[in-house]
């Protein structure tokens, strides 16, 4: 990996680093649910926004006590049938990210309050456990994420990341990972004993390989250069590693797709999947202002391009279609990717999940007693 690797193609210019730095938010939307937990009285947002300014805005840690930790997906665009997200809030601040709407139903506001108010949950583990040794619990592969980062800052204060993955380890079930924190690195000892066996896959997410439009796309997430690492060292220690190039931006990240997958299979990915930015809920409200603040002479033409890809609008519900867009717009980019992976990641795949040792494990513990 060189210099080369990471040069920007297409420099994008940035105005000026946003007001609130290491955020990506700058707002903070009123919560429709904010009247449970919340003065329901009006707010001056003008004026509560100057007020963000001055304070050091630390993050917040709230614990939380779930019943369950696994979550039935329901949505056909989802490959894995089940999730599991010891955190909610993200401290990575990813100015697109579609979780932001999840945390309104606690009470909080999907833009600030989702970056530096980070729930807990302290008896992940211990909920993992108790559905994966019930004599009813069917091996499935499990979506570890798929809300917010399992590997976000919070993960080296509370290691609810690494108490898991001991007990997929020990119950030997299949599970997937997804993040774009190098500190998924700190675990590679227990990654390479479930990759020995075939139950685990890791995607890495990319975004971009410019950093500099990672600074402010996504303020507290790793480096292009220690994700680049990441890839590298967990392909060299034989575990199966995919990356995610999600969101694509139109006008913003496009033209960087046969780049990006060129890097990556080089390092040892054994494939790139892709989805479409979609701005559903307030993250429409959140992306438009930090798009404005960051770079106002191209947001009209990256706001236009989002609208194309999605009939006209900024959010796109429709399943099926939400992950990759329609349109003329929507028909490059896919092609591109078909293009990328035709060349740099041909005969290459992700090796099948094993679903049937933990079966054999359950079997044999049972057998104990």
């Not at 449970?36 to 001055?54: G, H, K, Q, Y």
Request: proline share 7%; glycine share 6%.
């Amino acid at each position: 990996m060189t210099d080369e690797t990471l040069s920007c193609a297409f420099p994008i210019p940035m105005k000026k680093t946003p007001s609130l730095k290491g955020r990506g938010a700058q707002i903070n939307p009123p919560s429709p649910y904010e009247k449970i937990v919340r003065d329901a009285s009006p707010i001056d947002w003008a004026l509560a926004e100057a007020e963000w300014e001055t304070p050091e805005l630390r993050t917040e840690f709230i614990e939380t006590h779930p019943k369950t930790i696994l979550n039935k997906v329901e949505s056909p665009d989802i490959p894995m049938p089940w999730s599991l997200n010891p955190y909610q809030g993200c401290e990575h601040g990813c100015i697109y990210c579609y979780a932001r709407n999840t945390h309104p139903y606690w009470g909080y506001s999907a833009g600030l309050d989702f970056e530096r108010k980070i729930l807990i949950k302290r008896n992940a583990a211990e909920l993992l456990e108790q559905t994966l040794k019930k004599k009813t619990w069917k091996a499935a592969p499990v979506m570890f994420a798929g809300n917010t980062d399992i590997y976000q800052p919070a993960e080296r204060k509370f290691e609810l990341t690494r108490q898991c993955l001991e007990v997929f380890w020990k119950y030997r079930h299949p599970v997937g990972l997804i993040t774009k924190n190098s500190l998924i690195l700190r675990d590679l000892d227990i990654l390479q004993k479930l990759a020995s066996e075939n139950l685990v896959h890791v995607a890495i997410s990319i975004t971009t390989l410019e950093e500099e439009l990672r600074l402010f796309m996504e303020p507290r997430t790793a480096t292009v250069r220690q994700r680049l690492k990441t890839v590298e060292t967990l392909a060299q220690a034989g575990i199966p590693v995919f990356v995610m190039m999600a969101p694509i931006i139109p006008g913003l990240n496009d033209h960087e797709i046969l780049p990006l997958v060129k890097t990556v299979a080089e390092l040892g990915a054994l494939g790139v999947g892709h989805t479409m930015v979609r701005l559903n809920g307030d993250v429409a409200l959140i992306f438009e202002d930090w798009l404005k603040r960051t770079m106002p002479d191209r947001a009209d033409r990256v706001l236009n391009r989002i609208r194309d890809v999605h009939s006209g609008q900024l959010s796109d519900s429709r399943p099926g279609v939400r992950m990759r867009g329609e349109g003329k717009i929507a028909d490059i980019i896919n092609a591109q990717f078909k293009v990328a992976k035709g060349k740099y990641l041909k005969d290459k795949k992700m090796p099948p999940f094993n679903l049937d040792l933990h079966e054999r494990f359950k079997t044999q513990q049972l057998s104990l007693f």
